[in-house]
Structure formats: C-alpha cells, structure tokens
Nanobody, 129 residues
Framework: QVQLVESGGGLVQAGGSLRLSCAAS????????VAWFRQAPGKEREFVSA????????SYAESVKGRFTSSRDYAKTTVYLQMNSLKPEDTADYYC??????????????????????WGQGTQVTVSS
C-alpha cells in the first residue's frame, strides 16, 4: 500500500511563507492525482490544491489561488505545496491525499473524501497575526 508522509508545517507570521512536502513510498505517482486538503479547528475539511503527477497540471481552491503553488519532484516522488502571503485564515492541519484511479485534476476539488485512496498523517500550519 502507498504511504504518504507530510512535512514542512510550522509557525509563521502573516505574510510569510512555508513549503509543505508530501513524500510517497512508491517510486512514482505515475499519472495519478495528488492533492492537498486542510482542516481548521471546528471546520470541515476543505480542498486546497491538486497536481497531476504525469502531466503536472494543477488546480486550486479560490481561497488560495495566486498564493499557493503545487509542484512535483520525480526523483524524490514528492509533491510540494509552496504557500506564500500566508494569512491567519490559513491556519489548519494540512493533509496530502492520492487518487489511484482515473480522475481529472481540473475538477479534483469536487471529489469527496471517499474518492481519494490514500491519506497522509497531516502537518500543522499556524499563521499568527
């Protein structure tokens, strides 16, 4: 089974940046989709971003578009989420998920939690005012 491990979370001031990593136990993600979700205290899990491993296409939630960027590293089988211009509202636990079945990265934000096959343990991001 695929294991996903997130890292890179921490405490940062508003306006600062962080880069999250999602490393997979398998050699490649092939043409499957990898996504980032987040969950703040008292709120539902929400989609943040997704990337197609093979093609590199991405999609983003409107709340992070223009501030966050997803990318991939073939050699490290790792997906990154570069987060810039962070806001206190970005404070949450961030989770990496992978979909090992046909899908469309452009509409990845529409998939429900049960439509993702693997989940990481999460990494905490805290943005102070």
């Amino acid at each position: 089974q695929v294991q996903l491990v997130e890292s890179g979370g921490g405490l940062v001031q508003a306006g600062g940046s962080l880069r999250l990593s999602c490393a997979a136990s398998r050699r490649t993600f092939r043409d499957y989709i990898v996504a980032w979700f987040r969950q703040a205290p008292g709120k539902e899990r929400e989609f943040v971003s997704a990337i197609s491993w093979s093609g590199g296409g991405t999609s983003y939630a409107e709340s992070v578009k223009g501030r966050f960027t997803s990318s991939r590293d073939y050699a490290k089988t790792t997906v990154y989420l570069q987060m810039n211009s962070l806001k206190p509202e970005d404070t949450a636990d961030y989770y990496c998920a992978a979909r090992y079945r046909p899908g469309d990265v452009a509409i990845a934000g529409r998939y429900g939690a049960d439509e993702w096959d693997y989940w990481g343990q999460g990494t905490q991001v805290t943005v102070s005012s």
